[in-house]
T-cell receptor, first 113, second 112 residues
Framework: DAGITQSPRHKVTETGTPVTLRCHQTENHRYMYWYRQDPGHGLRLIHYSYGVKDTDKGEVSDGYSVSRSKTEDFLLTLESATSSQTSVYFC????????????FGQGTRLTVV | SQQGEEDPQALSIQEGENATMNCSYKTSINNLQWYRQNSGRGLVHLILIRSNEREKHSGRLRVTLDTSKKSSSLLITASRAADTASYFCATDASVSPQKLVFGQGTRLTINP
């Protein structure tokens, strides 16, 4: 299995609190992605990174920010969590972006109450 | 809006039959990929087909790509119970070649 770890795996938080999810890789891949998965919507891209300090928005970036200060870590922050951000969050890594296969983490189930 | 749209949303067949899933996309692409997701797990890559390829095989999987129709199909032959999963197509987009965008998926159920 590709070396990709998401933490935490499960989290319950209150509305209005900030939350940070971590994606850690040991593959030295250049590209990292954050997705959310909700019933009826498949996977939707939140943000992605194509290098250290190089990030860009995806389809559903409102209310989320990211940071990548090291190759191995990609952090997703919900600035002020809302109930609509209750979801399963997946991180993925890819050596050369969409030209190569992506490897997925096991997901983080986030519940905002 | 999402780049890829899978069809059908759900498919139920008997073990041993073939399963065909379709993916349509909106803008020009460089590559198209198919992934499988078992319940509660992360996605696993199945196959990648480039825009200059028309067909690709991997074991019991056959993928076709028709760039003129902006569509792809995934055929699983001689299905097995273990093939029960959700299947997603994913594409880049030539205007945003660094993004990897997924469709909504097809839920495949193989009945014994």
């Amino acid at each position: 299995d590709a070396g990709i770890t998401q933490s935490p795996r499960h989290k319950v938080t209150e509305t209005g609190t900030p939350v940070t999810l971590r994606c850690h890789q040991t593959e030295n891949h250049r590209y990292m992605y954050w997705y959310r998965q909700d019933p009826g919507h498949g996977l939707r891209l939140i943000h992605y990174s194509y290098g250290v300090k190089d990030t860009d928005k995806g389809e559903v970036s409102d209310g989320y920010s990211v940071s990548r200060s090291k190759t191995e870590d990609f952090l997703l922050t919900l600035e002020s969590a809302t109930s609509s951000q209750t979801s399963v969050y997946f991180c993925a890594i890819s050596e050369l972006g969409p030209n190569t296969e992506a490897f997925f983490g096991q997901g983080t189930r986030l519940t905002v109450v | 809006s999402q780049q890829g749209e899978e069809d059908p949303q759900a498919l139920s067949i008997q073990e041993g039959e073939n399963a065909t899933m379709n993916c349509s996309y909106k803008t020009s692409i460089n590559n198209l990929q198919w992934y499988r997701q078992n319940s509660g797990r992360g996605l696993v890559h199945l196959i990648l087909i480039r825009s200059n390829e028309r067909e690709k095989h991997s074991g019991r999987l056959r993928v076709t790509l028709d760039t003129s129709k902006k569509s792809s199909s995934l055929l699983i032959t001689a299905s097995r119970a273990a093939d029960t999963a959700s299947y997603f197509c994913a594409t880049d987009a030539s205007v945003s070649p660094q993004k990897l965008v997924f469709g909504q998926g097809t839920r495949l159920t193989i009945n014994p």
